[in-house]
Structures are given as C-alpha cells and as structure tokens.
DNA sequence: GAATTTCCTCAACGAAAGTAGCATTTCCAA
DNA sequence: TTGGAAATGCTACTTTCGTTGAGGAAATTC
C-alpha cells in the first residue's frame, strides 16, 4: 500500500512497482487517515508510508495501525532523513526508513526486506543501533527457516525449498531455538509469531 | 476485568470474584469507553461487560475491543435474554453470553471456561448454533493440550501435568492434527493462535 | 594481515514425535 | 436403550527431531 499526498508519486511508484513478479500495489492512500482506514480494509504485506501528510502525519498514522496489527510492515519513505525522525518512526515501530532519493533497485530491496519483516534503516544508524540490540538477532536464513516451521513443513522439505541438506536446516533450527530460548519447533513458531516474524 | 455502570454491581462481583484462587478482578470500567482504554492498559484475560452503559453500549465496546485485539476474551452479562442481542454480541466476536440471573457458580464456570476460549452461551441458543459448526470442533481436553504444545511441553511433560499416559496426549494431539489438518505441532501452534485457543 | 566472529554447511547418534490397531469407560442425545 | 462422541491406555513400529562435533567462506575487528 502506497500513502503520499501527491499524486504523482503515487501513480509513478505504483507504475514502476507493479513492473515486479513478486510486488503488487493493492491500496494507494493520500492521507494519514485513508491510509489508517485502507490499511484495515484491505490488509497489505508492506505499507511505504511518506511522512509529510495533510492531517495526520505519517508517524501517527504509522502509530494508528500498529495499534490496530501489532504485525502490520511499515517503511517509512520520507524526503529528508533526520535522525529524530527515524528515531521516532521506530519507536512507534514502524521497520524500516528509506529516503526518497534511493535508486529504484534500493526501493525494491528495502520493500522486500519489509515484506519478510526485516528492518530496513540508512548505514549509519543502523551501525549505531547495532550495540543497541536486545539479544540475539535472527538471520535471514533462520528466518526462511522458521515461516517454512509454522507451514507445518517437515525438515527436509525444508532443505529441499532451501537447496539444502537435512543437516543443515536442522543446524538452523537449533540455533534459533537457542536464539528464542524454547525447546521446539511449536514454541518457536509461537515466539515467531509473537515477533511479528511469521503473520498469522 | 469487570465493565458495569452501577458501582454496586461492580463492588459485589469484584468481591465475589476475588475469592476464589484462580480469579482476580484487575479493573473495572462504569462506561464503554472506560472499558476500551482501561482493556489496553491492563489486557484482562476475560472482560466480563454488561450491555447497558451509559455512553457507547456493550456491544460498541466490545466491537472496539475486539478490533484492538482480536483474541480478546469477552463474556457478555446481561439482564435480559434477547436472541437478536446474542446473534449481535456473537457477530461482533463477544465468546460468550450469559444472564445475569445466574448463579455464582454459573458464572464462575462461564468465566473459566471464557478464559479458555471456550464458548458459553445459554442452553436454548447453543443447540441452535450447533448444527451451524464449519468443520470439526476441537474438545476440552484439546484445547488443554494445544496451549501446552505451543508452551514447547514434550508429550510426556503434557501427560504429566495432566495425569494422563504419554499415550494419551499422543492420541489427542493425533486428533488434533487430523480436525486442523496439519502435519506436526509446529503448525498445529500456528492454527491454534489464528483460532484464538492460544493467546499470543 | 592476522585474529575473530558470523553464517552456512554436513554427518552421526539418541530421543521424541507421530501413526495404527485394539479395548474400556463415561456421558449425552436421539 | 442404543448409538456416538470423548477420554483413557497399551503395544508396536516408523519417521522425524534436535544435539553435537567439525569444517569452510566471508566479513569485521584489531
């Protein structure tokens, strides 16, 4: 779902989106109110949220339907980047911030990375919000892991989707077991659940 | 968490409630709006509402309540028993309904009983409803060992803690599988949570 | 540029998980 | 009273999990 107030943006972004396989703009907002309102109604994998809205802003419309889908993908896409901005839009957990001027192949990325629940954030706050982590981080690969986990997937078809040996995808697991501090497979896609990881 | 407008009502249940071990009154609301702000702030496990509150009625609240977080756990109580208000709590996603006629032992029972997701609502009503099921129901006992799969227990920890042989809960998980349809308890944790039998 | 850390990879082994057949008991509804 | 659903438990068996030791590639740090 695209939210901008200026329609050109919106119809530009949404051209050159649709041009992707695997992207699909199924919602195009144009103040931080539809976007609340479209957001509930039709439910996107990733909202790119500008900031600069009539009305509500962009930070509070983020807020709104956070309120509203705990697991709700927000990237923020904002003209200027200022640090208190980003550090605001994380609080109110938005997971990423892209500025406008990123090439076309950086948009894609950062819409991807948000898709699977990745953060997303300019090199040198993410540097500094890296001391900052609380615990363990997942990678990526765990993460592919752990969607196959909840899709009831058995670990070797598992390996087979990831290209991998059995072993492998079981040396995965047993880190992010370690990672969550559970014991199996149903509580960690409970956990993955609870962190936004897998949707339900 | 208790939600009536006449303090006398909330005084006397809140006492009632209190004595028993597994139960603790941690609000009260005496309007709709106070119920939807304070179910944020505290997250009760069951919000036992009346229907008449001054201001947005029970079943706004319980509507707002709901669209916060959609495993919210709300038992109505009501004077009286109207079948078109039942089929409106119902629709709105209220768990249960009960009368404010009934005994305490009644509602002791209904608000345990809504604390596990079940559903309780009066005879008459629930006959009626049963012919409508989509699919298979999953039983008490199920439910039981859904919460504890998704808490990472082993089949022989479940067994223990519910007096059973290890047999048993592998008989009732196999059950399970086959009412979801899903292969292993990873996805039975996932199907569960998408319910609303295991809170997240 | 050496040392360290992170991520990904794989194999072997013991412990659970999951299935199936069979049987008993209780309770509720037709 | 009879049929059915729910819960219980046993045996037996196959499959899958999850842990651990070990190694390699790439990025970071010092």
Redesign the interface.
């Known amino acids: 779902m695209l939210v901008d107030d200026h329609f050109v943006v919106r119809s530009g972004l949404a051209a050159s989106l649709e041009l992707e396989e695997d992207i699909e703009v199924i919602a195009e907002a144009a103040s931080g109110e539809e976007a609340v309102f479209l957001f509930l109604e039709k439910r996107p994998d990733v909202v790119l949220m500008d900031l600069q809205l009539p009305g509500i802003n962009g930070i509070e419309a983020t807020e709104k339907i956070l309120?509203?889908d705990r697991g709700a993908r927000v990237l923020i896409f904002s003209t200027f980047v200022r640090d208190d901005e980003i550090q605001t839009a994380l609080e109110v957990g938005a997971l990423g911030y892209l500025q406008k001027s990123a090439s076309r192949e950086e948009l894609l990325s950062a819409i991807r990375a948000t898709a699977i629940g990745e953060t997303v954030l300019p090199e040198n706050i993410a540097k500094r919000l890296k001391g900052l982590q609380s615990g363990p981080t997942i990678t990526v690969r765990e993460r592919e892991v752990l969607v196959l986990?909840?899709?009831?997937?058995?670990n070797k078809e598992i390996a087979d989707v990831l290209g991998n040996a059995e072993d492998t995808v079981k040396r995965h697991i047993s880190n992010i077991f370690k990672k969550f501090g559970?014991?199996?497979?149903?509580?960690?896609?409970?956990e993955a659940?609870?962190r936004g990881i897998?949707k339900?």
């Open positions: 309120l509203q986990i909840a899709q009831g997937k058995a559970v014991n199996d497979r149903a509580q960690a896609t409970a659940i609870r897998v339900v």
